[in-house]
């Protein structure tokens, strides 16, 4: 059976999703760790660096109906957990793309440091194997 994600690193994550719902910037500053780097799935998958350019991503989200939905948490190790969810984006021409997504979020200092989203489970869990063996 998968280990379970610590239960601050889950309370962390729903704290993030419970702000990002309720529209409220200074919950996600709480939440979000300063010097944090995200590859979001939009955007073109570019890296976005600190938190400030992560809450400017995150409102830009907003207008676009980009609205992220989790379904499970796996600890993958002390301060890494795979998060498995979908993903609704409106489209430019009308309509809505529905879309599985899992991200990997590392926790630093109690708060989100470094997340990275990937098309797929099988992906998410080789590039976190990847990681892994480089740092051994």
Same mark, same amino acid.
């Given at each position: 059976m998968p280990e379970q994600p610590d239960r601050s690193a889950k309370d +962390? +994550? @729903?704290r993030f999703v419970a702000a990002y719902e309720r529209d409220d910037d200074e919950a996600l500053k709480a939440v979000i760790h300063p010097k944090a780097r995200w590859h979001p799935v939009t955007g073109g998958g570019e890296l976005l660096r600190g938190r400030d350019?992560? +809450?400017a991503a995150v409102r830009s989200w907003r207008s676009q109906t980009y609205r992220p939905t989790i379904h499970r948490l796996e600890a993958l190790g002390k301060n890494t957990v795979l998060v498995g969810g979908r993903l609704r984006? @409106?489209?430019?021409?009308g309509g809505f793309a529905d879309s599985p997504v899992v991200w990997i979020d590392e926790i630093r200092d109690g708060m989100i440091w470094?997340?990275?989203a990937y098309s797929s489970e099988e992906q998410a869990r080789a590039a976190v194997n990847r990681r892994k063996?480089?740092?051994d």
């Open positions: +962390l +994550l @729903e350019a992560i +809450l984006s @409106e489209l430019p021409g470094r997340v990275q063996k480089r740092r």
